[in-house]
Structures are given as structure tokens and as C-alpha cells.
């Protein structure tokens, strides 16, 4: 009878209650943290100071519904439809120029009441699964050329779609899950060398040639030179964001002000603080014992993905679990650094933190695929 009983658990599902655990704790500490970034603006334009936490709990609940149903679900299935599902991501994508939202210059969103959807977030994941599914169908090691060609085209087309919006930073997303994953596919050196610099020359050509949008520029004139005296009004307000951010984590100190206690978060002086520089509300006041222990759970999230990646008995497990991290990763780096002056400013959100219900949803779909790898390849 124990040894039986012993057999039933090797081969019944075992999750990963750690990545989910800290998922979820990452996503309530953000909860707060949208209150706390959001509250004094509200208040100061005579609105309701719940609206946006109430809206960042809701998109919270579903995420973790959403969590649990992924992670149920043998992510096995998903390889005969990746492609289908991507489709639809790109079909989205298109949507937006038709039936999307309009605001400050952009066109990312559906809005559905008083919510908005922004494709693009899903678009990542399609693009993980598509990429995975036809790396997982070769019977050849390794890829070559016309698998390069067939996969950049694959991934061009969204990414095509999501600078049209514009989104650089969705972009950039895109493309780095795109080139980890073809990495770990097999793709020789020569090749990513070659892409790499051909990835370079692109971005060159782009921004000789004024592909790139006005503002765009002025965050990466930011970035490179944040103490010029240039009298452009786009680069010197992305200096002045940058700044009132840094002065946010900087008066935090060791221990922080305490919930509700900043002065740069209860003033208003961190423009988009509840999405874009939601970090400087950490940073500000939880300090950097707060700003390290929120960094330490999301590296947990990001280090159980890459176990499901390495755990992984297939080669579609495997790389959609290499994408996810990818995905997870770099959005915690970019994000954390540019609020610090490390990294450019992009707009990519903090994974679980930042205000906005798509990009909560997908990273928990995202948390919910690599439960499922961990979990249905003891199953095989």
C-alpha cells in the first residue's frame, strides 16, 4: 500500500510551490505599491485614490486564476496550436490600428469598459510558443540558415506590428527572447555573431534615417547624456523623470520612509510613478532593504523558471521555458535600471509590480506555463 501510494505521487503533477508562492507575494507587494504610487494623484485631481488598485487587484485575482488553470493544463497540448495562437497574437496586433485605443500618440490598447487590454503583452508569449513549436518539430540538430530566415520572419511580423504602435520596448522584448531562444535551440556561433551585428546595423540605419519616434530618441539622449544642457523639451523632461527618480530611491535609504511616507511619492513629483517608475515608490519607501528583498523574490521567479527550463524532457518545454525567463528577466533588469539611470527608459513594466492588467495577466500566464513544464514532465 506505501509503495503504491509512493508510485501514484512520482507520476501525478508536483508543482513548484516556491515559483508560485513568490509569484504571488510579488504581485500583492505590488498591489501596495500601485496604492501607494497612485493615491496622492488621484486625490489631487478630485478622483476616487482606489481607482487604479482596485483595478490592479482585479487584474491580480484573474492573473492567479489564470496561474493555476495554465499550470493544470498539460502545456504538451499547446505545441499542435502555438502557431494558431499566434496567429491570433498577430491578428490582435492588427486589431489595434482598427478598433484600439488612441492615447498620447500611441494606438496599443482595446478598451473594454473601464479596462484596457494591450495585445502586445500577449504577443510575447505567442511569439515563445511559435518559435518553440517549430524548433521542436526538426528532426535535424541544431538550425540552419533557412531556419534563421523562416524564424525571423516569424518574429518580424510582430515585431513589426508593435513599433508601429509604437512600443519600442515590447520591440527590444521580442527580439532578445528571440535571439536567447535561437541560441539555446542551437544556433551556431557564426550565425549569432552575424545576426548580432546585422541586429546593429539595423538599429543604426534607424535612427540615422529617423525611423524611430521623436521621443524615442529623447530617452536614449537621456540615457547617454543626462547632465547636457540642451534646450530639447522631450530630452530634457525624460531627464527631469530620471531624476526625480533617483532622488526617490536615493531618499529611501537603508530602511525607507514607510508606506505612505515619501515625499517624492505623496507629491506627485515622479511622473508615471505607478507604471513606468513604480521601483522609485519601492526604492522611496521600503529603501534598500525593501528594493533588494522585492528583487531577491522576482530573481526566485526568474531563477524557477530557468529550473523548469533546465528540468525539461523535451525540447518544447524547454525553450518555452527559456523564453519565458528570458521574458521575465530582462523586463526586471530594464526596469529596475532605467528607473536608476543604467539602463534607457523604455516603458517595459516591473514583472507583477507595475500598474496595468495585460502585462499582470501575462506574466502570470508566463509563471503558469512553467509550472506546467515543471510539473507534467515527472508525468512523462
Known amino acids: 500500500m506505501i509503495a503504491r501510494t ?36 488621484l486625490l489631487a485631481a478630485g478622483e476616487d485614490p482606489h ?27 499547446l505545441e499542435p496550436v502555438a502557431m494558431l495562437l499566434y496567429g491570433l497574437s498577430v491578428l490582435s496586433l492588427l486589431g489595434v490600428f482598427v478598433v484600439g485605443t488612441h492615447a498620447q500618440g500611441s494606438e496599443r490598447w482595446f478598451t473594454l469598459g473601464p479596462l484596457q487590454i494591450q495585445p502586445s503583452e500577449f504577443a510575447v508569449v505567442g511569439l515563445i510558443l511559435a518559435v518553440a513549436a517549430y524548433c521542436d518539430r526538426r528532426d535535424e540538430e541544431g538550425l540552419a540558415w533557412r531556419d534563421v530566415f523562416k524564424l525571423l520572419i516569424l518574429a518580424g511580423v510582430p515585431i513589426a506590428l508593435v513599433l508601429a504602435q509604437p512600443d519600442l520596448g515590447t520591440a527590444i522584448i521580442l527580439l532578445i527572447v528571440l535571439l536567447i531562444m535561437l ?75 514607510g508606506l505612505l511616507h515619501g515625499a517624492q511619492t505623496n507629491l506627485g513629483y515622479v511622473p508615471e510613478q505607478p507604471t513606468d517608475f513604480i521601483f ?41 521555458c527559456t523564453g519565458l525567463f528570458t521574458f521575465v528577466a530582462f523586463s526586471v533588469v530594464e526596469n529596475a535600471g532605467m528607473t536608476m539611470g543604467i539602463m534607457p527608459i523604455t516603458g517595459i513594466p516591473l514583472p507583477f509590480v507595475s500598474y496595468g492588467g495585460t502585462a499582470v495577466l501575462s506574466f502570470f500566464i508566463a509563471v503558469g506555463l512553467a509550472l506546467s513544464v515543471g510539473a507534467h514532465r515527472r508525468m512523462r
Open 51 to 77: 481607482t487604479y488598485v482596485k483595478k490592479q487587484a482585479l487584474f491580480v485575482v484573474l492573473g492567479v486564476i489564470a496561474m493555476v488553470v495554465v499550470a493544470l493544463f498539460d502545456y504538451r497540448r
Open 280 to 320: 522609485s515608490a519601492v526604492g522611496e519607501q521600503l529603501g534598500f532593504v525593501g528594493a533588494v528583498g522585492l528583487l531577491s523574490l522576482l530573481g526566485v521567479i526568474a531563477w524557477r523558471v530557468l529550473h523548469a527550463a533546465g528540468q525539461s524532457r523535451d525540447v518544447f518545454g524547454r525553450l518555452v
Open 183 to 257: 541560441t539555446v535551440a542551437g544556433l551556431p556561433i557564426r550565425i549569432l555573431v552575424m545576426l548580432l551585428i546585422g541586429v546593429g546595423l539595423v538599429t543604426l540605419v534607424a535612427v540615422e534615417a529617423g525611423v524611430l519616434h521623436a521621443y524615442q530618441l529623447a530617452r536614449l539622449g537621456a540615457f547617454l547624456h543626462p547632465n547636457t544642457t540642451t534646450t530639447n523639451r522631450s530630452v530634457l523632461a525624460d531627464i527631469y523623470n530620471l531624476n526625480q527618480s533617483k532622488s526617490a530611491i536615493g531618499a529611501g535609504g537603508l530602511m525607507g520612509t
Open 6 to 41: 509512493v508510485t501514484t505521487r512520482r507520476n501525478g503533477p508536483v508543482f513548484d510551490f516556491m515559483l508560485a508562492l513568490a509569484t504571488i507575494i510579488v504581485a500583492l507587494i505590488g498591489v501596495v505599491m500601485v496604492y501607494t504610487a497612485s493615491r496622492a494623484t
